[in-house]
């Protein structure tokens, strides 16, 4: 029976190949053949350009544990991944459930379209709007100093919560999307059925709502804290100075020093400490979902 349906699935997947075989060379064009040169130049002690000398060496890698900084920026990272996660959270799931279970028709089509509005602009474009409100005389500062009787300076710019409002407000969107998804999917005679058992709105979410609605949490997590513990236009344009992360070093080796091989080890552990995160909380992620 087993050998007779591997039989079945290889006679299923050869007219398939054509439709596969784009998709993935394009896969192994545009993200392995550059993520195999980045290894390649991790390991070099000096780019190969205009006949410098170069050889191979563990020394970039030994550089991360050799020097405090580097792990203190990390850590640094993470802990500003898992915040901005936290912060998506809160503000995208109710967000979410208003789209999916409580607005109906041109409404939800209306809110829908501010959603996923921010796909709509340039990444630097949201960043230097939100300089535009957070700075001291800026649209916040007058807007309420318009309002208010008395007079408040608020300068947000360079500083930690600017940094927060911006990735929230850049990665917003993915946890909404997400959940939104799995939220439509449930069935709403569920939720009748919780509340005809007596069963509280508070006690229909936490054992209905939100276990069902888990995969789409645990998507929209993994969409957003991954690239932000990376994250470097936010904290270098909203951070200034206290906006220095594990990222912005990275951009740094590559863009200002030209250090490719350090930028690229530092690059690979980043990646190596986001895989193992992933890997530690797979089974109890597993059982959530």
């Known amino acids: 029976m087993a050998d007779q349906l591997a039989i ?27 993520l195999s040169a ?15 000398e170069w050889g191979f060496t563990l020394g970039n890698y030994a550089a991360f544990f050799s020097q405090s900084l580097y792990s203190t920026l990390l850590l640094s990272s993470l802990r500003l991944g898992l915040e901005v996660t936290l912060w998506c959270v809160v503000i995208g799931y109710p967000a979410a459930y208003v789209l999916a279970k409580v607005l109906k028709g041109h409404s939800r089509e209306a809110i829908f379209l501010l959603v996923i509005l921010p796909f709509w602009s340039n990444g630097l474009v949201r960043i230097f709007s939100w300089a535009m409100v957070l700075r001291e005389g800026g649209i916040l500062d007058t807007a309420l100093n318009a309002v208010l009787p008395f007079k408040i300076n608020i300068d947000l710019m360079y500083s930690y919560p600017a940094v927060i409002i911006g990735l929230v407000h850049s990665y917003v969107p993915y946890m909404v999307l997400t959940c939104y998804l799995t939220l439509q999917a449930i069935d709403d005679s569920l939720i009748e059925a ?17 276990p069902l609605s888990m995969p789409g949490l645990i998507a929209g997590a993994a969409l957003i804290f991954v690239p932000v513990v990376g994250s470097f236009m936010e904290p270098r344009i909203l951070g200034g100075r206290t906006g220095t992360f594990y990222g912005t070093v990275i951009e740094d080796q590559f863009v200002a020093v030209f250090n490719w091989p350090l930028g690229a080890a530092l690059s690979f552990i980043l990646l190596a400490v986001v895989l193992i995160i992933l890997a530690l909380a797979a089974p109890v992620l597993r059982r959530a979902g």
């Open 8 to 34: 079945g699935s290889r006679r299923g997947l050869k007219p398939a190949l054509p439709l596969l075989l784009p998709a993935y060379l394009w896969l192994t064009v545009a993200i392995f053949l550059p």
């Open 194 to 210: 919780g509340r005809s058992l007596g069963a509280s709105r508070r006690q229909v979410l936490w054992r209905v709502i939100i």
């Open 38 to 52: 980045m290894v390649f130049f991790s390991f070099m002690t000096d780019l190969p350009l205009a006949g410098k």
